[in-house]
């Protein structure tokens, strides 16, 4: 019986200011309606899905600030999302800015929870690689102040049993660092659920403008060959608060193949079947127990040059030995 969910990507586009929570989670229950319409058994929204994308803009009114933070979730605003799933046999993934109180302080996570299709909470991540700076660049076009708003993410890359196989989150940044995919490989991720706002431009690089499309897919499509997993990417897209964001919201088999992507820089739902089994060749082909050599992994040094001359090395004794 093969292991298949299917999975609607539902990508977002601009969320305004001044449109509500109330709004935006309309917006979102309408897409979770026609994930249902459409047989999926999760819907995978965006990062920072329920507000605009507010790390773009310099915020120093700390009040001002946390009108942006979920406070609890489901909170009165977002339950109807919870409520709508249960009611509709759905798991979801929903990022949103989290305004966590620990042991009696305030701390501020951008966070994605993965919700089954009860209604219930199966796992949160908190994003950990957190890009941009913490300082006001008022001669760049937009800021990305997430530095600033955000504290790194505290709870690791964690794994959870879920849909029938072993899924995993991470957000945005997250998927441009290899040891994301890795890590949550080695916590037997078989599914990989991500949101990410990103802007088409790099106000310090725009060089890289003209690949920001090529390296989005790039890192992920590396990624999920090498780890042996299916990875779905979900965008805000288009220009929100002035600020140019791409789609490309992305679906990707173990093969490393963009299997669907969207075509809009709107509201989207892409649909894909995914074979969780797919996943099995892959991650034979990089058994981790028998063909990752982690102990013969030499630390590079800081001297120049390789690390041992070649013509001073002497041939390898357990080879020589073989030979
Ligand atoms: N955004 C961007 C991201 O996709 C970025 C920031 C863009 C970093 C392009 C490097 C290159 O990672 C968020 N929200 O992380």
């Keep these: 019986m093969p292991r298949t969910i299917t999975i609607g990507a539902a990508q977002s586009g601009p969320v305004s200011r001044s449109e509500t929570r109330a709004e935006v989670v309309e917006r979102l229950l309408e897409q979770m309606r026609e994930a249902r319409r459409r047989d999926c058994d999760l819907v995978v929204f965006t990062e920072c899905a329920l507000t605009a994308f507010f790390a773009h803009w310099w915020i120093d009114d700390e009040h001002e600030l946390e009108a942006w933070f979920e406070k609890e979730m489901p909170g009165p605003e977002t339950k109807p999302l919870f409520d709508e799933a249960q009611r509709l046999q759905i798991g979801f993934h929903l990022g949103y800015a989290e305004l966590a109180t620990e042991s009696g302080r305030k701390r501020r996570f951008n966070s994605s929870v993965l919700v089954d299709k009860h209604g219930r909470i199966i796992g949160k991540h908190r994003k950990i690689h957190l890009p941009g700076h913490a300082d006001h660049r008022p001669h760049n076009p937009f800021q990305n102040l997430e530095k600033r708003y955000f504290r790194v993410g505290d709870l690791g890359f964690q794994t959870w049993q879920a849909f029938n196989g072993v899924v995993g989150m991470c957000i945005c940044n997250d998927r441009r660092w290899s040891e994301t995919y890795r890590l949550l490989a080695l916590g037997g991720a078989e599914l990989i659920l991500i949101g990410y706002n990103t802007p088409d431009h790099i106000p310090e690089h725009p060089e890289m403008d003209q690949h920001v499309g090529f390296q989005h897919q790039l890192c992920m499509q590396a990624g999920a060959y090498e780890n042996g997993c299916w990875i779905v990417a979900v965008a ?84 020589a030995e073989k030979l």
């Excluded at 030499?298 to 041939?315: F, K, L, N, Q, Y």
Aim: charged share 25%; glycine share 6%; hydrophobic share 30%.
């Design 236 to 319: 805000k897209a288009g220009v929100e608060e002035g600020v140019s964001q791409i789609g490309l919201t992305s679906i990707i088999a173990p093969s490393g193949q963009v299997v669907a992507e969207s075509k809009s820089l709107e509201d989207e739902l892409i649909v894909y079947e995914c074979d969780l089994d797919e996943t099995r060749a892959y991650k034979t082909l990089f058994d981790f127990q028998s063909n990752r050599k982690i102990e013969h992994y030499r630390p590079i040094t800081s001297t120049a040059g390789p690390v041992v001359p070649i013509a001073e090395e002497s041939p390898r004794q357990d080879t």
